[in-house]
């Protein structure tokens, strides 16, 4: 039987991770409130691999991902679509089955940044990492995605424990899993060698005290070899590389700040020294950097990706336990200081080497982070056990848990309450998939828009129309660019409508222009300012319903969509301006 003092010592981790699993799993089915671009990619890809063992065109296979070769049009991480299948592939399609996957993942990257922890610096330190990495607005945020940022930090640190621990041949075991993240995230392929050479340093001379130098180089070797095979499939597909995207010296970018500098400098003889392709280049490199790290970055308001802006990635009081965590570590176990430091920047390289501008899109730093959440817990434990005195400490702890405790009902409030209003992730798109599902029951619905492939596979996912049955002629349509599925068809923006065809419904995105707007119709709005997203013509569904001019006193159930009631989505989604 397990002693009371092991269930004691339990208690705590087992808290955490509920804490950490409602906060990932709480209305997970509705928020957020529709799914991205790129999460639409790996999740209708991973259902038609499980249904066809193939992609929604018919002409891809994960076995082709592995290969990097990649879905028509799409060149995205390669592991998602086979992660995804295993649990998207049974279920019907919906905004908790779509992230069953990273939430799974997400609890247990936490649970080996505990492991992590606990080998480098002890139990006191991995719990509250546990404790901060459980409640982080980042882990929180993107482990409610099917973003592929979340995979590829677990398969990082998996592989980073695992060679922590490992002796002798048994190092090897990681290998694996450091191909499985690599093959996770586009961008982390970046720190793949980066981060396997500073880990087995690490190791080889303060772990296993520089024995084992045989098993470390075989393991080196397999990832250089690795990414070999990468770059020559590269060369064999180099429309799939996404080289483009890396920023170097000779982007054509940068030629052209250096001679708009130099155009606008009076001249001198130092001007060809100091502004230079080469000079530029370094300080793109040095203010991507700083900003990564910038306070208000992290602290206070975010990113495009991150898009809360009324809160950034961290809490306001991780900063002050970030850098006394810094401190402590530096003091007590340099080697462990080192080590952090060198891979929060090593895990900014996709960030820095990318040729977007000087801003910031915070996935493409998704591997620095899990080490700030780290140091922050390192420092509530030092600050905690700085107090001789036995009340003093508890007294510490308590006002500690209490600063978080409100922190992260500001976030949820934030998060669940006002971002979901904010249309981000394409809400529209599932409002108007909702509609035209509802209204081609009985009348052909035609959706104009400029993007209709997206429109289509969004409308494919929220009405669950993708499934054995009907895969194969969704793959037919798709490859004639023909974007229909029943009675619902997506067309590109039409400036002739027929309005007088009072047969067909009319579904028209409001940026494909002020099309026949003095024509009666009503409007699929915007949560956020009750602006125009869609024009319905020819409705026969809601009108008559005594619609609203815009959404307004919106409930968290309203958002279970497709469960609605026909009157219901009406009056509470559509609008009659």
Known sequence: MVSKKVLFNLLPIVLIFLVAFLFRYLWLDRIPTAIGGDEIVYTLNAKASFIT????????????????????????????????????????????SSRLPNLIMGLLLILFIYLVVKELLGKGPALFSLLIASINPWLIYIGRTAYEATPAMLFYFISLFILLKAKGWRILIAFPFLVAAFYSYIGTKLIFLPFTF????????????????????????????FVVFFVISLKLNPQTARLDELLTPFDPKIAQTVDGIRKTSIQNPLIEILVNKYTVFVNILAIKTLKSFSFDYLFVYGDEFFSLWRHGMFYYIDSVFVMLGALFVFAKKRSVFFLFSLLLLVGIIPQVFHTS?????SVHMTMSFPFLVILAGLGIWETINYFKNKNYKVGATLAILLIYFVSSLNFANIYFFWHS??????????????????????????????????LFKKYLFYTDSYNKDSADVISKNLNSEKYSFDNVTFASCNNSLDLENKETVLVVDAKCGDI????????????????????????????????????????????????????????????NL
């Not at 981000?424 to 599902?437: G, M």
Request: charged content about 15%; some cysteine.
């Open 357 to 361: 501008d000087t801003g910031n899109f």
């Open 421 to 454: 209003l904010q249309g981000y992730f394409d809400f529209p798109l599932r409002v108007s998939s909702s509609y035209a599902k509802r209204a081609s029951s009985g009348q052909k619905v035609t959706v104009y828009s400029n993007s209709s492939f997206d």
């Open 198 to 225: 500073i880990v087995i340093v690490y190791v080889f001379f303060f772990i296993n005290k520089k024995h084992f130098l045989k098993q470390y180089l075989v393991l080196f070797g397999l990832c250089i070899l």
């Open 53 to 96: 063992g193939h992609d929604i065109f018919g002409t891809w296979s994960p076995i082709n991902g592995l290969l990097f070769q990649y879905p028509r049009g799409e060149t995205q991480a390669e592991m998602p679509y086979i992660l995804n299948s295993f649990i998207l592939g049974p279920l019907p399609f919906s905004l908790l």
């Open 516 to 575: 026949s707007v003095s024509e009666p119709h009503l409007t699929i709005s915007r949560l956020n300012d009750g602006g125009e997203s869609f024009r319905i013509f020819n409705d026969k569904i809601c009108k008559g319903l005594g619609l609203g001019r815009y959404p307004s006193n919106l409930k968290i159930s309203d958002f279970t969509i497709e469960n609605l009631s026909t009157n219901k989505f009406c009056q509470t989604f559509i609008s």
